[in-house]
């Protein structure tokens, strides 16, 4: 009982039957036909399949959970959550929501006594302009899934473009529907959307610098001065 959707920005709603809605099965994607598939988080199997349609990008956010899914494009020199462009799914009640989000900077902050380090203020806050578009879902047995589209680059500020090669990628899932603080349940990988996934090299720290200094005598006596 699949039932095609308009292309929709933001939420919508269709019949439901245990909370299906979307495509009918001839037209929901299956495998091969042009798909890749990145693994998120194999512990509920949250797989990202992912396509490019001219200069469209086709994405499906799958998990064997019943709680929002979250996905987003990294910041490119960190793939950090920190600058990243983020998206949040869901299906409730038969009703599909996709929502365009975004993390602006946060300060860094370390707290006695083991000081770990968190993120003051970092949220994955609404963009004034949703570009996703949803094509379908459903949420079945407890499997979520959610097929969606949006432009590669939108020219939206609180977008980032979506480029060839290997992108810095982040994603995330709730224990609800509701879009809250995540937790552990979150982590970074990298996908590559078009292109060769050689062409643009990420490597698997930020660098590193080598500095070398030549006749230099070290002294005899530690001292703070010149």
Not at 9 to 28: K, L, R, Y
Not at 67 to 89: C, I, Q, R
Not at 126 to 144: A, C, F, M, P, Q
Request: with cysteine; glycine share 12%; net charge negative.
């Amino acid at each position: 009982p699949w039932v095609f959707l308009a292309l929709l920005a933001g939420t919508a709603s269709g019949s439901t039957d245990d909370q299906v809605v979307g495509c009918n099965d001839t037209a929901w994607p299956h495998s091969g036909e042009s798909w890749s598939t990145t693994v998120l988080d194999a512990s509920i199997s949250f797989v990202a399949k992912h396509k490019v349609v001219g200069s469209t990008l086709h994405l499906i956010l799958s998990a064997s959970h019943s709680g929002y899914l979250g996905f987003g494009f990294a910041e490119p020199s960190t793939g950090h959550m920190k600058g990243a462009d983020l998206l949040t799914v869901s299906v409730t009640n038969g009703q599909i929501s996709a929502d365009d989000r975004y993390a602006d900077f946060a300060p860094t902050t370390y707290t006695a006594p083991d000081y770990a380090n968190g993120y003051s203020g970092l949220t994955a806050a609404l963009d004034v302009h949703n570009d996703w578009s949803i094509v379908g879902g459903s949420e079945v047995g407890g499997v979520t899934e959610v097929w969606v589209t949006r432009a590669l680059v939108t020219g939206d500020q609180q977008d980032r473009d979506v480029l060839g090669g290997p992108n810095r990628i982040v994603w995330a899932w709730g224990a609800s529907d509701q879009v809250l603080y995540h937790g552990s349940k979150r982590g970074a990988t990298t996908a590559t959307f078009f292109g060769s996934a050689a062409s643009s090299g990420i490597p698997e720290h930020d660098g590193s610098w080598k500095v070398q200094m030549a006749g230099y005598t070290v002294p005899t006596q530690r001292t703070t001065c010149d």
